[in-house]
């Protein structure tokens, strides 16, 4: 199964970015990215891909050891950014580095739980709003092309500056990150035009002496 760790943001902020979002939408261009949906909105902690089932046991309790040692803690979706021509990304402010500590002991949780994981570097916390029609995979970077365009690769040739200036003032509302959640991805398998992938909750664990939230 193909897994990550997250941080989920709440619903209300979820609705203010979604507002943000679709005045992003009436930008010259959008209609040539790939949004994501509002549901799949999430701060990736640790990417690790496809995993076997017989790992699973191990990697939720390596991973809700990890939570434990982290206390809960305050973060906002904060302005935006862009890799190269590839995606588009709202930031995250507030105790980042209490998100990059927590990142840092998924990550080491997963490889000791046994799944194989890229070659560590510094964390940076996004959250993707849009990805180019190319379909590659987004990853660390920032603002260092500045016409965003493309050509060759098969990536956009829409200038996600633009859009990365427009979510410059974007402040949320602060929430308390409580949880750390390992999530299941199911990748489009249709070929449906904007068909999205489906995520599910796996394990939910709390933050150092965060209760656990109540099912149902």
Same mark, same amino acid.
């Given at each position: ?18 507002r943000a979002?679709d005045?992003l ?6 209609d040539?990215?790939r949004?994501t ?29 990890a ?39 998924s ?10 994981? /890229? ?6 916390a996004? =959250?993707? +709003?849009? @990805? !180019?029609?190319?379909g590659?995979?987004d990853? $660390? &970077?920032?603002?260092?092309d ?24 974007? /402040?949320g ?6 949880? =750390?959640? +390992?999530? @299941? !991805?199911r ?5 449906? $035009? &904007? ?22």
């Amino acid at each position: 199964m193909r897994l990550f760790a997250a941080v989920l943001p709440p619903a209300e902020a979820v609705e203010e970015l979604a507002r943000a979002v679709d005045r992003l939408r009436g930008l010259p261009g959008a209609d040539g990215l790939r949004w994501t949906g509002h549901d799949g909105w999430h701060f990736t902690l640790a990417f690790m891909g496809e995993v076997e089932d017989g790992l699973l046991p191990e990697l939720t309790e390596r991973l809700e050891r990890a939570a434990r040692r982290t206390e809960p803690f305050a973060l906002r979706i904060h302005g935006g950014g862009h890799f190269g021509g590839r995606a588009l990304w709202a930031g995250a402010a507030g105790e980042i580095g209490e998100l990059r500590l927590l990142a840092e002991r998924s990550g080491a949780a997963a490889r000791r739980a046994g799944v194989p994981m /890229e070659e560590h570097r510094r964390y940076q916390a996004h =959250l993707t +709003l849009a @990805r !180019s029609r190319g379909g590659r995979r987004d990853g $660390p &970077g920032g603002r260092t092309d500045v016409s965003g365009r493309t050509d060759v690769s098969g990536r956009t040739d829409v200038d996600l500056a633009l859009y990365a200036e427009a979510l410059d003032s974007f /402040e949320g509302t602060p929430w308390e990150v409580a949880e =750390l959640v +390992l999530v @299941r !991805s199911r990748l489009p398998v249709n070929g449906v $035009p &904007g068909e999205q992938p489906r995520y599910e909750a796996v394990a939910r664990c709390p933050l150092g002496r965060a209760r656990p939230r109540a099912s149902g």
